[in-house]
Nanobody, 124 residues
């Protein structure tokens, strides 16, 4: 069974940067990041296609977050900059093996496997 190993969360101040990592056990069609605050639905953050590196972001993080992948390491990164208190959430990485994110990168059901989540807390 595939496993995703996430790391990089923590407590930072507003304006700081943080990098999340997620390593998969194999290659994929695409990988993405979502985040969730208690009591709210899981929210799409970013997604990258494994082959061509095409990326997509939710509007609230454009210009501040960058998603990238290291193909030999089967690892996806989320570089987060200019962090705001509203970025506080548990961040989850996810893998798409079947190409469903090509149509709907922002829908959780398009992904096949999820990581355990890593907490990001941004203080004001």
């Amino acid at each position: 069974q595939e496993q995703l190993v996430e790391s990089g969360g923590g407590l930072v101040q507003a304006g700081d940067s943080l990098r999340l990592s997620c390593t998969a056990s194999g290659q994929s069609y695409a990988m993405g990041w979502f985040r969730q605050v208690p009591g709210k639905e899981r929210e799409f953050v970013a997604r990258v296609e494994w082959s061509g590196g095409v990326t997509s972001y939710t509007d609230s993080v454009k210009g501040r977050f960058t998603i990238s992948r290291d193909k030999p390491k089967n690892t996806v990164y989320l570089q987060m900059g200019s962090l705001k208190p509203e970025d506080t959430a548990v961040y989850y990485c996810a893998v798409d093996h079947r190409g469903r994110t090509a149509m709907r990168p922002d829908v959780g059901a398009s992904y096949d496997t999820w990581g355990q989540g890593t907490q990001v807390t941004v203080s004001s």
